[in-house]
């Protein structure tokens, strides 16, 4: 299975900030689209991605004067990206390796959409289901 049949199934619907916006709107962002991050764009190149994870470290390290900052101060500038046609094995394992929970996809030069793990996982279990229904099917003759 690849990236890009994840992204079919799921719609490339992104959810981005500006770098400027505070931390505080970032949270109320996230709550109101129902994720665990965002892509920081500034136009339409992606600087960065802000998860719920950078939001706890920010308050861990400057408390709560952190969400009146801009967003640029805590996200993730580092952007690993994955290509809709890379399998879903090779983005789970890049995935898992870096520690990653949300990896944006690029096609083209352009944000086509984001996967989650949980999306990975997801398409991973129903490869396996369909695997195995084959394998019945076959045995069973």
Same mark, same amino acid.
């Given at each position: 299975?690849?990236?890009?049949?994840?992204?079919?199934?799921?719609?490339?619907?992104?959810?981005?900030?500006?770098?400027?916006?505070?931390?505080?709107?970032?949270?109320?962002?996230?709550?109101?689209?129902?994720?665990?991050?965002?892509?920081?764009?500034?136009?339409?190149?992606?600087?960065?991605?802000?998860?719920?994870?950078?939001?706890?470290?920010?308050?861990?390290?400057?408390?709560?004067?952190?969400?009146?900052?801009?967003?640029?101060?805590?996200?993730?500038?580092?952007?690993?990206?994955?290509?809709?046609?890379?399998?879903? @094995?090779?983005?789970?394992?890049?995935?898992?390796?870096?520690?990653?929970?949300?990896?944006?996809?690029?096609?083209?030069?352009?944000?086509?959409?984001?996967?989650?793990?949980?999306?990975?996982?997801?398409?991973?279990?129903?490869?396996?289901?369909?695997?195995?229904?084959?394998?019945?099917?076959?045995? @069973?003759?």
């Amino acid at each position: 299975m690849l990236v890009s049949e994840i992204l079919k199934e799921k719609g490339g619907a992104v959810f981005s900030v500006a770098p400027d916006i505070t931390l505080a709107a970032v949270c109320g962002r996230l709550e109101s689209c129902r994720v665990g991050a965002l892509m920081v764009c500034d136009k339409e190149q992606v600087v960065g991605v802000i998860s719920e994870r950078d939001i706890v470290r920010s308050i861990a390290t400057d408390g709560a004067a952190s969400l009146s900052r801009p967003v640029s101060d805590y996200m993730t500038r580092d952007v690993i990206f994955a290509d809709p046609g890379e399998s879903v @094995a090779t983005v789970m394992g890049r995935m898992t390796d870096r520690r990653i929970r949300h990896l944006p996809v690029m096609k083209d030069g352009r944000l086509a959409g984001v996967i989650s793990i949980g999306d990975v996982v997801k398409s991973r279990v129903a490869e396996a289901t369909r695997d195995a229904e084959s394998l019945r099917t076959y045995i @069973a003759g």
